[in-house]
């Protein structure tokens, strides 16, 4: 598949790295022309700068990986208010946490929605916003297993998702629609606060073993 990724950051990085490892071709392009080609000067032929419409028009699925503060503008560029995104599959890792308190920056709904309004016609996923990126370069071998959690509306683009994350080398969790996308974005929020408390997020919710699948 034919990846692109719009974002230029550590993040966004990351991911194409490990994409490409695992041999997909990825399109990076973003705000930042000079940031997308030192990408792909790194990392080799199977990653390419373009420009954030190419990113929009020549990929099977679109990854946004930017900023909060950076995401109307990253996906203006990419002409997603012209229709660019409509009908693919577009998965969201915006983070949209105030890093000081540990609140979505949205009063209401949630990243991925606001992503869904911009891109009229898009498939939009929420996932792959609470592991930083440089995790997916972890050698596979003694690496704990991750579990992706991810909310959508069109099944076709879960799927999508669903195997890149494998692709990734983690497990993809469904945990249903947009409905949850708010609940899914304060994650984050979450962890951060018990970090900054001085304690292992690990330790702070239940250990449950899931019911054998019917």
């Not at 992706?148 to 469904?174: I, Q």
Request: with cysteine; net charge negative.
């Amino acid at each position: 598949m034919q990846i692109g990724i719009l974002g230029t950051g550590t993040l966004a990085s990351a991911l194409a790295e490990a994409w490409a490892a695992s041999g997909h071709r990825v399109l990076v392009g973003g705000r930042s022309r000079d940031k997308a080609l030192a990408i792909a000067d790194r990392l080799g032929d199977a990653v390419r700068a373009v420009e954030p419409a190419e990113v929009a028009g020549a990929s099977g699925a679109v990854v946004v990986a930017v900023s909060w503060e950076g995401l109307d503008e990253a996906l203006a560029l990419a002409g997603a208010g012209r229709g660019s995104l409509a009908g693919k599959a577009v998965i969201d890792c915006t983070n949209a946490v105030d890093y000081a308190d540990g609140l979505l920056k949205p009063s209401t709904g949630s990243a991925v929605e606001h992503v869904a309004a911009l891109a009229p016609g898009s498939h939009v996923v929420k996932a792959l916003h609470l592991f930083a990126g440089a995790g997916w370069l972890l050698p596979a071998e003694g690496r704990p297993t991750r579990t992706v959690a991810m909310c959508g509306d069109d099944g076709a683009a879960l799927e999508t998702a669903s195997e890149l994350v494998r692709d990734l080398g983690g497990v993809p969790a469904v945990i249903g629609g947009l409905e949850h996308a708010r609940q899914l974005e304060d994650v984050a929020g979450f962890v951060m606060r018990l970090v900054a408390t001085g304690h292992n997020p690990a330790t702070a919710v239940p250990v449950v073993e899931p019911r054998p699948a019917a």
